[in-house]
């Protein structure tokens, strides 16, 4: 997309400004802000992604930090701002993915253990018991999963030597990314902070969702020492200031002012502040975050119980999340597989050449089925095949498959917390697609919007940062922010989407079962 400068289209005078981190899966990026939320600067670093073996997934986390340092420095250089312009620091991070490191030393034990990574999928079952996957999920809102950083923590204290002593020792500590890289910046082995946010916490299946405290019987069901958890606070408060590493002298004394996973800040980002705004982020997969106000509620239709954000000492917000596996990655597949397209924005050419999609229905279920099934055994399937089908059907049959997933997801929202989707804030690559935006728009009758400044995770780290240090008073002086690109609303009938839908919900029945064992 090209609406992400890498420098300032427009003049943004003095300061100050925010910085905000987003230490992403595969790159760390820093991006300036100024107070109307738009981008002064950008510099971002991709590292290196370590396949061990098959479906085990690994970072360098000295490498990370190494990279950090650089982004930031290199944002601040390209604005050409200096210390006395930057008013604090907020940070975004990939989910669940899993450090220990040693307290002394400031040294990784281990690699960190990618989100992606299903190395604990024995261990996941053997927790589960008698009771399985839902044994957890009423104090933490969460399945027990691979996804999740508790199980990961185990692993590496059964199978790294003499780990298990050290950690029970207190000489080690745990953290998701975003523990780990304001340890650095606030010192390190010399007074760094140990902190996690709500957030993040609530990734690991070790945190009650309902006292925002670490659950010490889970803990010592799952077989984690709490002595190794960093210390719960909330996602938009000052938690230390810079005084680590290369950029203790950059950026001393500044601010290290918030904290929120990525698809939270993402939600904080679109500034969806109240019960029943939503926002859904389309990459690779998409994931779709309804706001539900002070109550944690319980999913019983597959989607994820998770913390939304939490301001200073104000009360948590929560969201129910729904994940979907295959979106932006079926229209890769459709380039790089099939050669049925040379470039991803060519999808969109090709299937507006057609009315509707032929009859055709496409269920990318390439690993399985995310929510709101969770079925590992199921696989894509195309259905509805006659002679009269060309290529541009099937590639419309592929922009509406990310659309009915979607109304899925809102369908399993709505019969969880009674809650309709009213509108839909969109960001992510494939938002550049407007026929997909406008199916969006259909399915779910409901409008959808693109916000001016694409980058919401960067965003959202911004503005808590902002919030806690009164750069910006109140989340509504945020939402007078908020500026929209394009809005898509709603252009078919009941009866039609009725029964389109009626005929995808039929063929996504289909992929079931496939897998025998």
Sequence with gaps: ???????????????????????????????????????VSVDQK????????????????TEIWRNVQEVIAG???????????????????????????????????????????????????????????????????????????????????????????????????????????????????????HVTDVTNASRTLLMNL???????RICSSIGVPPQVLPEIRSSAEVYGEVRGGTLGELLRGVPVASALGDQQAALFG??????????STYGTGTFMLINTAHKAINS????????????????????????????????????DQMGLISTAAEIETLASSVEDNGGAYFVPAFSGLFAPYWRSDARGVIAG????????????????ATAWQTKEIADAMKKDSGVEVSALKVDGGMTANNLLMQTLADVLDAP???????????????????????????????????????????????????REYKLWLKAVQRTMGWLED
């Design 75 to 193: 944002a601040i250089t390209k604005a050409g701002v200096t210390r006395a312009d930057i008013q604090a620091i907020g940070i975004t991070n990939q989910r669940e993915t899993t450090l220990l490191w040693d307290r002394k030393t400031g040294q990784p034990v281990h690699n960190a253990i990618v989100w992606q990574d299903t190395r604990t999928d024995a261990l996941c079952k053997e927790l589960g018991r008698n009771v399985g996957q839902d044994r957890f999920r009423r104090e933490t809102g969460l399945p027990l999963a691979t996804y999740f950083a508790g199980p990961k923590v185990r692993w590496l204290l059964d199978n790294v030597e003499g780990l298990r002593e050290r950690a029970e020792a207190g000489d080690i500590l745990f953290g998701t990314m975003d523990s780990w890289v304001i340890w650095n910046l606030t010192g390190g082995v010399n007074g760094g902070r």
């Design 385 to 400: 095949l006659s002679r009269y089908v060309t290529k541009a059907h099937i590639a419309r049959a592929v922009l509406e």
């Design 1 to 39: 997309m090209t609406d992400a400068p890498t420098t300032a289209s427009h003049s943004h005078g003095e300061g100050p400004f925010i910085a905000a981190l987003d230490q992403g899966t595969t790159s760390s990026r820093c991006i300036i802000f100024d107070r109307d939320g738009r981008i």
């Design 448 to 498: 959808v919007v693109r916000p001016m400044v694409a980058e919401t995770t960067a965003l959202g780290a911004a503005y808590a940062a902002g919030l806690a240090t009164g750069f910006w008073p109140d989340v509504h002086a945020l939402r007078a922010n908020w500026r929209r690109a394009a809005e898509w609303t709603p252009a078919m009938d009941a009866e039609t989407r009725d």
């Design 270 to 279: 679109q500034t969806c502040f109240d019960e029943g705004e939503a926002k």
């Design 300 to 335: 019983y239709s597959g989607l994820i119980t998770t913390v939304g954000y939490r301001i200073g000492d104000q009360q948590a917000v929560y969201a129910l999340e729904g994940s979907i596996a295959v979106t932006g990655a079926l229209v890769q597949w459709m380039r």
């Design 210 to 216: 309902h006292s925002m405290e670490w659950d010490e």
């Design 46 to 61: 991709e590292h290196e992604q370590i396949f061990p073996r098959p479906g085990w997934v690994e970072h360098n986390a």
